[in-house]
């Protein structure tokens, strides 16, 4: 085993006490593989030496069979790739560098639903949409809002954003106008891929969260502001969102985040189908960066509603989960500014540019833009996990982005 790079790997955050779970494209096939390091290890081509998992979940082009087998399976693959990985003299030999394949989006995205879960997030933007009427609505604090978007246009970090053309209403004007949005924005989040599905008709509880969700991913849920502002009385987001979700590439297990729960904020009483035994969260360290200038921090672990509640009020009326379902947390942001995680309240809507490396006053997204959502968390041992940063350059209206 080579030591250095395996101290290496650890040291990137994608150590065998992380070990993400995503698919790439190698000798000429898809397949299932898990990060480490800079490396990567195909399941299919590892499959007779990863027992007890079953070898035909790992042969699989899409990773959708293993997510919905379940957290036995989950624990087993974990164990195997660690045990093959830490003490296999040849382990160097069955790993693959990243850069000689093609990082796929991780699963197969069935369903996306985007929940409003941060507090000062949702005061910040209540008071810039509404700034006659109270901050947070007044359901805001007895269940999570939430919409449901667009499964098809969740992509892989990476993919080229092209800035989407919309409805309006100028300011000024009495009516409306269409072409490309003037206030593109981003939101950082956190999203909770589900593995094993449920029953329609059959709620999922709290308590129930670990045995249907597999694991954790950063978002971008891309927003058109001036669309959003237009179109989102009386039912909410549409347009302004449904262009594009950014996703990282590589699904963190909720295993390898152990050591980052925490307890979350403390909660007003809620209705009984919303209790959660262990209403944690997860201390993640988010960065998000513009042209490479880092804009602002938010923390995670201030996000309101716990992702077991999420779950519960997403399936309270009898919704089935489905392998593949995505949720996630909404923008998250903190109390001060620095913290919050979208340019919409970073730059008081636009009123407040801030500073990028080099001179230029950011307000909203402009072509050619690059935008980075990274994150952190602590590790079992001591270090940090490194989450699959998300990653998007704004390309002009009108022009293709389909890879």
């Given at each position: 085993m080579n030591t250095t790079w395996m101290q290496a790997a650890s040291e990137s955050g994608f150590g065998l006490d992380h070990l993400p779970l995503g698919r790439v494209e190698a000798a000429g096939r898809t397949q299932a593989a898990v990060r480490i390091g800079d490396r990567v290890l195909p399941l299919a081509a590892a499959a007779?030496?990863?027992?007890?998992?079953?070898?035909?979940?790992?042969?699989?082009?899409?990773?959708?069979?293993?997510?919905?087998?379940?957290?036995?399976?989950?624990?087993?693959?974990?164990?195997?790739?660690?045990?093959?990985?830490?003490?296999e003299a040849d382990a160097i030999t069955l790993t693959t560098p990243i850069r000689d394949v093609k990082v796929l989006l991780p699963f197969d995205v069935a369903d996306y639903v985007d929940f409003y879960s941060s507090e000062h997030h949702a005061m910040n933007v209540g008071r810039?949409?509404?700034?006659?009427?109270?901050?947070?609505?007044?359901?805001?604090?007895?269940?999570?809002?939430?919409?449901?978007?667009?499964?098809?246009?969740?992509?892989?970090s990476g993919t080229p954003i092209g800035r989407p053309n919309g409805q309006t209403r100028p300011t000024g004007s009495a009516d409306p106008a269409f072409g490309p949005s003037e206030r593109l924005d981003v939101e950082v989040e956190v999203g909770f891929v589900v593995g094993v599905p449920s029953?329609?008709?059959?709620?999922?509880?709290?308590?129930?969260?670990?045995?249907?969700?597999?694991?954790?991913?950063?978002?971008?849920?891309?927003?058109?502001?001036?669309?959003?502002?237009?179109?989102?009385?009386?039912?909410g987001p549409f347009l302004g969102k449904s262009f594009a979700t950014s996703v990282g590439c590589w699904i963190t297990p909720l295993a390898a985040l152990e050591s980052a729960r925490t307890p979350g904020p403390k909660q007003e009483p809620l209705l009984p189908y919303l209790h959660d035994p262990d209403p944690w969260t997860l201390a993640l360290d988010l960065e998000l960066a513009v042209n490479?200038?880092?804009?602002?921090?938010?923390?995670?672990?201030?996000?309101?509603?716990?992702?077991?509640?999420?779950?519960?009020?997403?399936?309270?009326?009898?919704?089935?989960?489905?392998?593949?379902?995505?949720?996630?947390?909404?923008?998250?942001?903190?109390?001060?500014?620095?913290?919050?995680?979208?340019?919409?309240?970073?730059?008081?809507?636009?009123?407040?540019?801030?500073?990028?490396?080099?001179?230029?006053?950011?307000?909203?997204?402009?072509?050619?833009?690059?935008?980075?959502?990274?994150?952190?968390?602590?590790?079992?041992?001591?270090?940090?996990?490194?989450?699959?940063?998300?990653?998007?350059?704004?390309?002009?209206?009108?022009?293709?982005?389909?890879?």
């Amino acid at each position: 085993m080579n030591t250095t790079w395996m101290q290496a790997a650890s040291e990137s955050g994608f150590g065998l006490d992380h070990l993400p779970l995503g698919r790439v494209e190698a000798a000429g096939r898809t397949q299932a593989a898990v990060r480490i390091g800079d490396r990567v290890l195909p399941l299919a081509a590892a499959a007779d030496r990863l027992s007890p998992v079953p070898a035909e979940l790992l042969q699989s082009d899409t990773t959708s069979a293993l997510l919905a087998a379940g957290p036995q399976v989950w624990a087993d693959l974990r164990h195997s790739v660690q045990e093959l990985l830490g003490t296999e003299a040849d382990a160097i030999t069955l790993t693959t560098p990243i850069r000689d394949v093609k990082v796929l989006l991780p699963f197969d995205v069935a369903d996306y639903v985007d929940f409003y879960s941060s507090e000062h997030h949702a005061m910040n933007v209540g008071r810039l949409f509404r700034p006659d009427s109270p901050a947070l609505p007044p359901n805001w604090k007895h269940l999570p809002i939430g919409y449901h978007g667009r499964s098809g246009t969740v992509v892989a970090s990476g993919t080229p954003i092209g800035r989407p053309n919309g409805q309006t209403r100028p300011t000024g004007s009495a009516d409306p106008a269409f072409g490309p949005s003037e206030r593109l924005d981003v939101e950082v989040e956190v999203g909770f891929v589900v593995g094993v599905p449920s029953l329609l008709g059959e709620p999922v509880s709290a308590e129930a969260f670990s045995g249907h969700v597999y694991g954790v991913v950063l978002v971008n849920d891309w927003s058109a502001r001036d669309l959003q502002a237009w179109e989102y009385q009386p039912l909410g987001p549409f347009l302004g969102k449904s262009f594009a979700t950014s996703v990282g590439c590589w699904i963190t297990p909720l295993a390898a985040l152990e050591s980052a729960r925490t307890p979350g904020p403390k909660q007003e009483p809620l209705l009984p189908y919303l209790h959660d035994p262990d209403p944690w969260t997860l201390a993640l360290d988010l960065e998000l960066a513009v042209n490479g200038t880092v804009v602002s921090r938010p923390p995670f672990a201030s996000t309101y509603y716990s992702p077991g509640q999420q779950l519960a009020h997403m399936t309270s009326n009898g919704a089935a989960l489905r392998t593949g379902d995505l949720y996630a947390s909404g923008t998250v942001s903190g109390p001060e500014r620095g913290q919050v995680g979208s340019l919409l309240e970073l730059t008081a809507g636009g009123a407040e540019p801030v500073p990028l490396d080099g001179g230029r006053l950011l307000g909203f997204l402009e072509d050619g833009d690059e935008v980075r959502i990274s994150g952190t968390a602590a590790a079992a041992n001591g270090g940090r996990v490194t989450l699959a940063e998300v990653t998007g350059r704004i390309e002009p209206a009108g022009r293709s982005v389909a890879n």
